[in-house]
């Protein structure tokens, strides 16, 4: 157990600045414009750096095959907010996912980047699979295992960390005035389907659709609850577009496992679109999709990840069809603390037995490694932070890990006057976050979820708190 503890004191020490930060469980801070269109108060700047790991880093956490070769890079890509109060930072990387204190990590290396605290960022992954899964409280529990098992080398991780440091620091210079927002969406055709629409008699999950599938049984089902809806929020200096956020929600995975990295289809169709439009920063942020793939629609192939790019494209532009900017009057930012609880199907001695089990496969030790890593979290009291942007009557909403649609669903019926666009995948340490309902069916999703079945009213509690503007 000394293994356990030594991380867990690790953990608080790396939470504590991001923990004095937070303060409140709820704060809100506005901005009324009364200036001319020609005077504008706020400000906004954009940034990218490229976070490609090197040849031979693990992938997906380290249960698949690591980087052999790169396909096509992997970035991240955000905005600051200037201008009222303090700074607001938003971020969407090109990883699978980014736990614990490795969060608190990336958003304090932001916030200290553009003069604020770790409270105003929200960094967000976009969860492809070729692509690094960061949790450096289970690194080092695995390192201390001396068996060759890794989850990522920390010399890249601090390298991006500098990255994005350097990049806030020569974007901030560079801010534009802020002055229109506007919105626009478009159903997207033949890509999202719900994973869990296989139950038996007993009300139980019987097999999952995952993010390819080549079972006719599973085709055949209906596509199941999804959104259908690709939302664009943009922003604008005068009438020149500066910015445009993608919203989706799918599981970003066409093929993957086989040591090339790639931003998989999501990622391509941003780059895409970021190429015919140059002087405008396009940024694609994976929607709440724990219990959404592609799987209906995808058998696995290269070509089905031709196709499914495309289709996500052609949602990306038909939604900025419907863009019609207006001058922004209001702005807030909201947070919510959540301190969840851990799911009863885990132990810190069955967690700790699977660790240290050597005939297990690296995916069966290195998981349970995180789960000791959250185990840990959660004693220290460390939070899930919720967070809301709202300018005039839109909202962008950043939910952690991999919160199931119903979340995004449930965001949009508690405003159903205001655009709601969801970002999930934000602080990974949960893993996947059900519903309350989805906890007796069982299924994957539910038999790898970090926290108790209380999660359901915790974040509902939260989106009711930072939902209104």
Aim: proline fraction near 6%.
């Amino acid at each position: 157990m000394s293994n356990h503890t030594n991380t867990r004191r690790s953990f608080i020490k790396k939470s504590a600045i991001a923990t004095a930060y937070a303060g409140s469980t709820l704060a809100q801070q506005s901005f009324a414009s009364n200036q001319a269109p020609n005077q504008p108060t706020l400000k906004i700047a954009t940034f990218r750096f490229d976070v490609t790991p090197p040849t031979g880093h693990p992938l997906c956490g380290g249960w698949i095959t690591p980087v052999k070769s790169v396909s096509d890079n992997l970035e991240a890509i955000g905005y600051v907010i200037l201008g009222f109060d303090k700074p607001v930072v938003i971020c969407a990387v090109d990883w699978t996912g980014i736990l614990n204190s490795a969060h608190v990590a990336w958003r304090t290396a932001l916030a200290q980047a553009a003069g604020t605290t770790p409270d105003r960022v929200a960094v967000q992954c976009v969860h492809q699979h070729d692509a690094p899964f960061v949790c450096i409280d289970a690194e080092k529990l695995v390192a201390k295992q001396n068996d060759a098992l890794i989850i990522v080398q920390m010399d890249f991780f601090n390298a991006c960390l500098n990255k994005a440091t350097q990049a806030i620091k020569e974007a901030i210079p560079r801010a534009r005035p802020l002055t229109n927002i506007a919105q626009g969406e478009s159903k997207v055709q033949k890509v999202a389907s719900n994973r869990r629409v296989a139950i038996g008699p007993n009300g139980k999950i019987t097999k999952m659709r995952g993010s390819a599938s080549k079972d006719p049984e599973l085709i055949a089902l209906p596509e199941g609850l999804i959104d259908p809806m690709l939302k664009t929020v943009a922003f604008y200096d005068g009438e020149k577009r500066v910015l445009a956020c993608h919203y989706y929600a799918t599981h970003p995975m066409s093929h993957y496992g086989q040591g090339n990295v790639s931003s998989d289809f999501v990622g391509l169709a941003r780059k895409q679109r970021q190429k015919e439009d140059p002087d405008c920063t396009h940024i694609y942020f994976t929607g709440a999709s724990g219990n959404i793939s592609a799987g209906k629609y995808n058998n696995g192939s290269p070509e089905a990840r031709v196709e499914l790019t495309q289709r996500i494209y052609e949602g990306i532009t038909a939604s900025e069809k419907n863009l019609k900017p207006e001058p922004i009057t209001s702005i807030s930012w909201k947070t919510h603390e959540l301190l969840a609880s851990v799911n009863p199907l885990f132990t810190i001695e069955s967690e700790t037995t699977l660790l240290e089990n050597k005939k297990n496969q690296p995916a069966n030790r290195i998981r349970p490694a995180m789960r000791l890593a959250w185990m840990d979290r959660v004693k220290a009291k460390t939070p899930i932070i919720l967070s809301a942007l709202h300018i005039n009557k839109t909202s962008l909403l950043h939910l952690p890990a991999e919160s199931f649609l119903e979340y995004q669903l449930k965001a949009q019926k508690l405003q159903p006057d205001r655009f709601v666009a969801t970002a999930a995948y934000g602080d990974g340490g949960p893993w996947y976050i059900p519903v309350k309902e989805a906890y007796p069916q069982g299924g994957y999703e539910v038999s790898v979820a970090n926290c108790a079945d209380t999660i359901d009213a915790q974040m509902t509690e939260g989106m009711k708190k930072i939902l209104t503007a």
